[in-house]
């Protein structure tokens, strides 16, 4: 009698501890579904961004709750005309760029422009603003502007914005904006700090649009032209789109072995993706990739 009601006993538990099992491994898995996904589309000839930013990713994935994936220019960083796995855009919700003069064929392209249409948010990296370089009459050469569109920033080198710099052998003394000394992006980043990377001139018509908010600026030290000007370095805003974005003109390897340029990058991606900006730092990162550097650098 005992083992029967044994027996019953365990027909009764046995499919209860089955059904608990089932939902812990679903609610595991549906968790890690709805991680948001961040897609990092690399491709800069000089900056190694193809090296800095899967650091960046797999600390996103580590310690703050996301799903990455990096895309790079194939075969190297050089190919302008190749990034596999563009495809993997529809399924972001946020899309980081570092992008140097791509000539991207249309149909990768294509996955590019409905990103944008769907408003969804947006980091970029300093040679950005110069994503792309069709030559004159070429069908997709508008994407030269991309930067405009994407991050208000200046539609291309050089041109009617005179976008440039003040010379490789210069660098940039980096400090807050006062106003936005609170800002979340700017938590635990120190109010002045040194990157090497030679300041951008974006001014005076970009940041273009009216919800530009700008958190540092850059002083060239020693630079190269005698008429240097301090620049936004940082900014975030609201592109042609409708999307929120955050843009730095900072981006060379030697800049993410400062931490407060790490705090940055993180809060900044943090702030894009709606995520909030924590407290506490996870700690600094070991980032120590080398200046590839490339002829007539821009």
Same mark, same amino acid.
């Given at each position: 009698?005992?083992?029967?009601?044994?027996?019953?006993?365990?027909? #009764?538990?046995?499919?209860?501890?089955?059904?608990?099992? +089932?939902?812990?491994?679903?609610?595991?898995?549906?968790?890690?579904?709805?991680?948001?996904?961040?897609?990092?589309?690399?491709?800069?000839? !000089?900056?190694?961004?193809?090296?800095?930013?899967? *650091?960046?990713?797999?600390?996103?994935?580590?310690?703050?709750?996301?799903?990455?994936?990096?895309?790079?220019?194939?075969?190297?960083? $050089?190919?302008? !005309?190749?990034?596999?796995?563009?495809?993997?855009?529809?399924?972001?919700?946020?899309?980081?760029?570092?992008?140097?003069? /791509?000539?991207?064929?249309? !149909?990768?392209?294509?996955?590019?422009?409905?990103?944008?249409?769907?408003?969804?948010?947006?980091?970029?990296?300093?040679?950005?603003?110069?994503?792309?370089?069709?030559?004159?009459?070429?069908?997709?050469?508008?994407? $030269?502007? #991309?930067?405009?569109?994407?991050? $208000?920033?200046?539609?291309?080198?050089?041109?009617?914005? =005179?976008?440039?710099?003040?010379?490789?052998?210069?660098?940039?003394?980096?400090?807050?904006?006062?106003?936005?000394?609170?800002?979340?992006?700017?938590?635990?980043?120190?109010?002045?700090?040194?990157? /090497?990377?030679?300041?951008?001139?974006?001014?005076?018509?970009?940041?273009?649009?009216?919800? =530009?908010?700008?958190?540092?600026?850059?002083?060239?030290?020693?630079?190269?032209?005698?008429?240097?000007?301090?620049?936004?370095?940082?900014?975030?805003?609201?592109?042609?789109?409708?999307? /929120?974005?955050?843009?730095?003109?900072?981006?060379?390897?030697?800049? #993410? /072995?400062?931490?407060?340029?790490?705090?940055?990058? *993180? =809060?900044?991606?943090?702030?894009?993706?709606?995520?909030?900006?924590?407290?506490?730092?996870?700690?600094?990162? $070991?980032?120590?990739?080398? +200046?590839?550097?490339?002829? =007539?650098?821009?």
């Amino acid at each position: 009698m005992k083992k029967i009601k044994k027996i019953k006993w365990l027909l #009764f538990v046995l499919p209860c501890l089955l059904v608990i099992c +089932y939902g812990c491994l679903s609610t595991n898995a549906g968790s890690k579904a709805k991680k948001p996904l961040i897609v990092f589309v690399t491709g800069d000839h !000089e900056y190694s961004g193809e090296a800095t930013l899967p *650091i960046i990713a797999a600390e996103l994935e580590k310690n703050y709750g996301f799903r990455t994936k990096v895309l790079k220019a194939s075969p190297d960083q $050089n190919a302008e !005309e190749n990034i596999p796995g563009l495809e993997a855009l529809k399924e972001a919700d946020l899309a980081v760029f570092f992008l140097r003069w /791509r000539r991207l064929p249309a !149909e990768q392209i294509k996955y590019i422009e409905d990103y944008l249409k769907s408003a969804k948010p947006l980091v970029g990296f300093r040679t950005t603003t110069h994503a792309f370089n069709y030559p004159k009459g070429h069908p997709l050469e508008k994407w $030269n502007a #991309f930067a405009e569109w994407a991050f $208000n920033a200046p539609p291309g080198w050089g041109g009617k914005a =005179n976008h440039t710099h003040y010379g490789h052998t210069s660098s940039t003394d980096v400090t807050i904006i006062p106003e936005q000394a609170k800002n979340p992006i700017l938590t635990g980043v120190t109010d002045s700090f040194h990157v /090497r990377s030679w300041l951008y001139k974006v001014l005076p018509d970009y940041p273009s649009g009216k919800n =530009n908010v700008l958190l540092l600026k850059g002083h060239s030290i020693d630079p190269e032209s005698a008429d240097a000007i301090d620049n936004p370095v940082a900014w975030t805003g609201t592109n042609s789109y409708g999307a /929120r974005f955050f843009m730095t003109t900072m981006g060379h390897p030697e800049d #993410f /072995r400062v931490e407060s340029f790490q705090h940055l990058v *993180i =809060n900044g991606i943090l702030w894009a993706a709606g995520k909030p900006v924590p407290a506490t730092w996870s700690g600094k990162m $070991n980032i120590d990739v080398p +200046y590839r550097g490339i002829v =007539n650098t821009k």
